[in-house]
């Protein structure tokens, strides 16, 4: 019971430990799980799919500069093999033909070394750092790209927080009027169109109340899958003092935002390196119209169960017997009919395996020097496909520059505009306000039906809803053009 009680507790604490984890992973600097602009850009940077992406790219260019240094070190590979042979076979050690079954085998080592290879390997090594580099700003980029991101739904959240208050406040202000009206009707000073009308306002105020509810869920959703965050309903985030765009409407000029962002923008950086990296694979293709120059030194030793040992010689003798000649009269042989003849034999025993290694042991070293002659153009067409690629280079780094300057263009025009329209939708709002205000009071003294005042309601909200889209749309291109100038971005 004791160490059930042990382990019981220790996976309460477990629990409450990855629940800890969970809440810290999804709250901002606080405990109340509100974030600031500052900290949901932190932690997307360190969480972000895309962001974790870019830097596991820049890891492969890494390991590619890495390989492209270890390449000019010499390469040393061993070998062996073992095979069994049955019927006639060439001894690989007495190199005799043998019929009978055997068993072999070798071992051998190899070194190369290379000596020149017409500089190919230096503008590889060249290339692939520039390749890096052009990584690292791409990932950099997509840090940016994803700031932007985080800003744009950030505003949003808080457009459609805004959005919100309008609408509940019109609903609101619909609901008294309606019940002021529903008096006047039971006492019969206004015909039940009037109450009718005004209860299909109501109802109109209510599917935009809600439209706006959906429009900030949309935003919050778009934030927490930038953050790399499941869906929360106690996602918040701060809700900062945001200037009014009449109050200094002092802008940038376009072009020297676009003379500081050429300058500093990881894209552009990334893009002229791409092209720094073209030229360099050109001279790499060049490279293979030179001589190729390497060093190379190998040892090997054979084996083979046939071989043996020859520790000694003794002398033979042994007897031949000759063709006999018989004398002219009779029979008997002349002479002994049997010749002694005098050899040599080999005394031998077993040929161990590693003895054997040993004393077959063959060394080389050697130069090889190639030389290209006519390989089907292949050197000449790969050298026109790097150039082509410079070139593709070149208009892909145009075209960063035209896309930047282009969005800071608009974003400057954007600003301007949205800024101009701010002050006139401000006006309207006071006017219109206004004269709400006084379409209320005719209402219910019967001097306007309900049909005009609703259409003054309208043209209220309206309104309403411009001086909002104006001021945040105007704060969404003021901070583009920031960012563009190499500014933190933040409210």
């Not at 008294?176 to 109501?202: I, P, W, Y």
Request: charged share 20%; net charge neutral; glycine share 4%.
């Amino acid at each position: 019971m004791h160490i059930l009680s042990k382990r019981l507790l220790l996976a309460a604490c477990l629990s409450v430990a990855g629940a800890a984890g969970a809440l810290a992973q999804q709250t901002g600097a606080g405990t109340d799980n509100t974030w600031s602009l500052e900290e949901a850009i932190d932690y997307a940077m360190r969480n972000n799919l895309r962001v974790q992406q870019s830097q596991l790219n820049k890891s492969f260019e890494a390991v590619d500069v890495r390989q492209a240094k270890l390449n000019r070190l010499p390469s040393i590979n061993a070998g062996g093999n073992y095979s069994y042979n049955a019927g006639s076979f060439q001894d690989p050690v007495t190199f005799s033909l043998e019929t009978q079954d055997a068993r072999t085998s070798s071992v051998q080592a190899g070194l190369s070394v290379p000596l020149f290879m017409g500089f190919q390997q230096l503008n590889q090594i060249k290339q692939n750092e520039l390749e890096l580099q052009a990584s690292e700003q791409e990932a950099l980029s997509v840090q940016n790209d994803i700031s932007i991101q985080i800003v744009t739904a950030y505003l949003n959240i808080l457009f459609a927080t805004e959005l919100i208050k309008t609408t509940d406040l019109q609903r609101t202000l619909t609901q008294q009027q309606l019940e002021r009206t529903n008096v006047l009707f039971k006492a019969g000073s206004v015909a039940e169109n009037a109450v009718l009308d005004l209860q299909s306002q109501l109802a109109t105020d209510e599917l935009n109340y809600i439209n706006a509810q959906n429009q900030l869920d949309v935003a919050r959703l778009s934030l927490m899958q930038l953050l790399n965050l499941p869906y929360s309903q106690d996602f918040r985030i701060e809700v900062p003092e945001i200037p009014e765009p009449d109050q200094n409407p002092v802008l940038v000029n376009g072009n020297e935002v676009y003379d500081i962002a050429v300058q500093t923008l990881p894209a552009i950086k990334a893009a002229d390196l791409r092209v720094l990296s073209a030229a360099t694979a050109i001279e790499v293709a060049q490279g293979a119209y030179y001589p190729r120059l390497s060093l190379s030194a190998g040892i090997s030793s054979r084996y083979s169960n046939n071989s043996r040992f020859v520790y000694g010689r003794e002398t033979t003798v042994s007897f031949l017997r000759q063709e006999l000649f018989l004398d002219p009269e009779g029979n008997q042989p002349i002479g002994n009919p049997y010749v002694k003849v005098y050899g040599v034999r080999s005394l031998n025993r077993d040929y161990p395996y590693f003895d054997q290694l040993k004393d077959n042991i063959a060394k080389s070293v050697g130069l090889s020097l190639q030389i290209p002659i006519f390989n089907g153009f292949q050197v000449r067409n790969n050298v026109q496909r790097a150039r082509i690629s410079e070139q593709n280079a070149k208009l892909n780094a145009d075209i960063a520059r035209n896309n930047l300057r282009q969005t800071i263009e608009q974003a400057y025009v954007d600003a301007v505009a949205s800024q101009r329209r701010y002050v006139a939708a401000k006006q309207q709002v006071v006017a219109a306000e206004k004269n709400y205000r006084n379409a209320e009071l005719r209402l219910n003294s019967g001097v306007i039906n309900t049909i005009d005042f609703n259409l003054i309601a309208s043209t209220l909200r309206s309104a309403q809803s411009s001086l909002l889209q104006a001021k945040y749309e105007y704060t969404f291109k003021l901070k583009i053009l920031d960012f563009y100038q190499g500014k933190k971005l933040s409210l």
